[in-house]
Nanobody
Framework: QVQLAESGGGSVQAGGSLRLSCAASGSIYVSSSCMAWFRQAPGKEREGVARLRGSSGTTEYPDSVKGRFTISKDNAKNTLYLQMNSLKPEDTAMYSC??????????????????WGQGTQVTVSS
């Protein structure tokens, strides 16, 4: 039973944009869950890049992407998005969405998220 399915990855040049989508299903509802995007590059630790509290819509970002990435949701489509602008080669990674029953602290600690998608690859060339 697929509960989170990402799409929208691809290859872009530095300075370009991509929008990732994460379709939720089953028992996951973006309107009430704690939703987040993570990324992991080869040889590096997984990094949280955006969090959205489903009930309130409040968002958080680390400094590495603040001002460039925007997380959002469409409750009617039960879909989470990540708009990525001004992409840099260091943004290259596998991007995954994740869902949890509540938003904990620190906000992008992977331990709070119980359901994960399989990921979509983003490659940014210089």
């Amino acid at each position: 039973q697929v509960q989170l399915a990402e799409s929208g990855g691809g290859s872009v040049q530095a300075g370009g944009s991509l929008r990732l989508s994460c379709a939720a299903s089953g028992s996951i509802y973006v309107s009430s869950s704690c939703m987040a995007w993570f990324r992991q590059a080869p040889g590096k630790e997984r990094e949280g890049v955006a969090r959205l509290r489903g009930s309130s819509g409040t968002t958080e970002y680390p400094d590495s992407v603040k001002g460039r990435f925007t997380i959002s949701k469409d409750n009617a489509k039960n879909t989470l998005y990540l708009q990525m602008n001004s992409l840099k080669p260091e943004d290259t990674a596998m991007y995954s969405c994740a869902a949890g029953p509540f938003c904990g602290t620190p906000s992008l600690d992977p331990r709070w998220y119980k359901t994960w998608g399989q990921g979509t690859q983003v490659t940014v060339s210089s």
